[in-house]
C-alpha cells in the first residue's frame, strides 16, 4: 500500500494515539475542522450533520454516539459523514463535564433541585459502575443523564450548527472565487490576451 507506515505501531502506542494524539490536541482539532470545511454537500447539510453528531455525544450511550448520529443526521437530512465527525465533541477531555453537566439538568428536571456533583466522581462511578454493577443499579444515576442530555444536546447542537454553517458557507464561498479568479486566469474570455 502507497501510504502504510514503515514500521507498524504496536498494540500499546494504538491505544495511546486513541486516547491522546501523537502531535498535539490542536493540531487534531485543526485536522478535524479542515475535514468538516472540505466535505462537499451544503453548509446547511454539513452544519445539521455535525449538530447531529455534538448532539448524540451528550448522551451517556457510550458506545453508541457514532450510531445515533448518524440516525440523527439520516432524520434531519444532514451529512452522514459530518454527522461522525461531530461526535468528536465529546472525547476523553470533556466526557466528565457532559455528564456531570446532564446528571445534574436531569435531576433538576426530575426533582426540582440539581444536586451537588462534581466531575470527576460522576465520570468515576459511570465509569467504574458500567462495568461492576447490574443494570439495576446503575438506573438512578442514567435515567436523569438520559433526560438531562436531551436539553444539553439541544444546546450543544444548536451552538455548532450555527458555527459550523458560518465557517462552511466563508469556506466554500471563497474556494469558488479562488477557482473562478484561477479558471479566468487560466481561460480568459475570447478578446483577453493571455497574461
Not at 440523527?72 to 465533541?89: E, K
Not at 446528571?103 to 458500567?130: E, N, S, T
Request: charged fraction near 15%.
Amino acid at each position: 500500500m502507497l501510504f502504510r507506515r514503515r514500521n507498524k505501531p504496536t498494540r500499546v502506542e494504538r491505544m495511546r494515539v486513541a486516547v491522546w494524539p501523537r502531535h498535539s490536541w490542536s493540531r487534531s482539532t485543526r485536522y478535524f475542522g479542515k475535514r468538516v470545511l472540505r466535505l462537499t454537500a451544503t453548509p446547511h447539510a454539513i452544519a445539521i450533520g455535525f449538530a447531529a453528531g455534538a448532539s448524540a455525544s451528550c448522551t451517556p450511550l457510550v458506545g453508541f454516539h457514532f450510531l445515533t448520529a448518524l440516525a440523527l443526521a439520516y432524520i434531519v437530512r444532514g451529512n452522514l459523514i459530518a454527522s461522525a465527525l461531530g461526535t468528536s465533541v465529546g472525547n476523553p477531555l470533556t466526557f466528565p463535564f457532559i455528564w456531570a453537566l446532564t446528571f445534574k439538568i436531569g435531576q433538576w428536571i426530575l426533582h426540582g433541585r440539581a444536586p451537588d456533583a462534581d466531575p470527576h466522581q460522576v465520570h468515576q462511578q459511570f465509569q467504574h459502575g458500567l462495568f461492576e454493577k447490574s443494570f439495576e443499579s446503575l438506573w438512578p444515576m442514567i435515567k436523569p443523564m438520559l433526560i438531562g442530555g436531551i436539553p444539553l444536546g439541544l444546546v450543544v447542537g444548536l451552538v455548532s450548527y450555527l458555527v459550523v454553517y458560518k465557517s462552511v458557507d466563508i469556506y466554500q464561498r471563497r474556494r469558488r472565487q479562488t477557482l473562478a479568479a484561477k479558471g479566468e486566469r487560466l481561460f480568459p474570455a475570447p478578446g483577453q490576451p493571455l497574461e
